[in-house]
């Protein structure tokens, strides 16, 4: 038989309000207010983007879309408009280059 070197102990006993941290205690995101109306906004972008993102905006205290939102407006403010950047670079090592007939038979 084995012997337990401390006492079991029951469910109710495995969380006290000691442990607890009051909701009021911890930080919470800004977040904006509810009557603002959002839209749906997606994107594909590389892990690294995605971690830089949410790295800035977690040390902002805010959340990622709070944080596009406002990078968004701050271009917006500083050049007008949204800058234009240049379009991604065609990845020539690992594409298949088709025949100039395969072509205009799949069109």
Do not use: F, W
């Amino acid at each position: 038989m084995i012997e337990r070197d401390t006492p079991p102990r029951s469910p109710r006993d495995m969380h006290t309000a000691a442990m607890m941290t009051p909701m009021t205690v911890t930080e919470r995101r800004a977040r904006r207010p509810d009557d603002v109306p959002t839209v749906l906004l997606q994107g594909r972008v590389s892990p690294a983007t995605r971690d830089h993102v949410k790295a800035a905006a977690a040390a902002s205290g805010v959340t990622v879309a709070y944080y596009l939102e406002a990078l968004i407006a701050k271009l917006v403010d500083e050049y007008g408009s949204m800058p234009l950047v240049d379009r991604p670079k065609r990845d020539r090592v690992n594409q298949l280059d088709l025949p100039e007939e395969a072509a205009t038979r799949a069109a």
